[in-house]
């Protein structure tokens, strides 16, 4: 028989354990909630009331769409996730269109983790297996009227651990955001879902919060100052806020701040980032660090995106 090294994976969280350092970890599919984002990544993973990046919709904010001025926007992005810790490769694309009043998205996600051996009851190397997560959604989005909008979107989530191990979910946001002046609000749940069981046979939930988030835009002749707050009270009892701040130089050059406080038991813990990226004729490139956890520190996300 076996020994399953992995075990110890299933039980406190699938690919990402690491992440939590000595925080209880209450939660499955806990990528849903890593931002894939480059820009929200920048900014401390804020960003819920804010309409720059309806692309990824799929995943979180559904009701930015129908109040964003863009038509269409595409983007895809590389993440090297936790490097000194679980060492996950993740990929992301996503793409929002708006028709109308309305608007629709879709996007995937795919985390792969490190490779490990298979170890066999004789102690003998039975063979390797990389674990890796899949996310898939779609969301759809309606703006009542030109300052209020409703959307939701729907996430199926994959995770294989091994060959014995598999386990699958679905997932669901639903946000309503308004906009006041320069100012937006957002309110809504997050990853309402269903359960996974972990090879002890304990059960784990989606980790669903309800989700407050603000945003405010100022502009100063050529420059842009943009501030985004985000709320999270998970259902499991812990708590995440995350801020982020956003310069930009004619709407051309960008600068990015951001720090995401994590409280105990939350499954992302606190941590710093920074952020940039520039645009020209539609087209935008994005790029994150992350700074400030043992754990997490040095990941990166960088993306590529495209927009009218």
């Known amino acids: 028989m076996k020994t399953k090294a992995y075990i110890i994976a299933a039980v406190t969280g699938v690919m990402f354990s690491g992440m939590l350092s000595a ?56 993440q090297n996730w936790a490097p000194d810790g679980v060492k996950n490769t993740n990929i992301a694309a996503g793409a929002s269109f708006k028709i109308a009043k309305f608007g629709i998205a879709a996007g995937f996600a795919r985390n792969g983790g490190e490779k490990y051996d298979i170890v066999s ?71 309402v879902g269903s359960s996974m069981k972990s090879a002890s046979g304990e059960k784990f939930s989606v ?38 701040v956003q310069y930009d130089f004619r709407d051309m050059v960008f600068v990015r701040a951001g720090y995401h406080y994590g409280a105990k038991d939350a499954f992302l813990p606190s941590f710093a980032t920074v952020g940039a990226g520039v645009k020209f004729f539609g ?6 660090y992350l700074l400030g956890n043992d754990v997490l520190k040095n990941t990166l996300t960088v993306g590529l995106g495209y927009s009218f």
């Open 23 to 78: 925080q209880e970890w209450k939660n499955g599919f806990s990528f849903a909630g890593v931002s894939h984002d480059p820009v929200s990544a920048g900014l401390g993973f804020a960003g819920a009331a804010s309409v720059n990046t309806p692309a990824w919709s799929a995943f979180t904010s559904p009701a930015a769409m129908s109040l964003s001025d863009k038509k269409l926007d595409v983007a895809a992005s590389f």
């Open 121 to 191: 009851g004789t102690g003998d190397i039975a063979g390797t297996f990389t674990p890796s997560d899949l996310q898939a959604g779609a969301a759809l989005s309606y703006a009542i009227t030109d300052w209020l909008s409703a959307g939701v979107n729907a996430k199926f989530f994959s995770s294989e651990l091994s060959d014995d191990d598999k386990f699958t979910g679905f997932g669901a946001d639903v946000q309503a955001q308004a906009v006041f002046g320069d100012f937006r609000a957002a309110l809504g749940v997050a990853n």
């Open 207 to 244: 980790p669903s919060s309800i989700l407050a988030a603000g945003d405010w835009r100022g502009e100063f002749g050529k420059n842009g100052i943009e501030a985004m707050v985000d709320l999270n009270y998970y259902f499991s009892g812990s708590f995440t806020a995350a801020a982020g």
């Open 283 to 288: 087209v935008s490139v994005n790029a994150a």
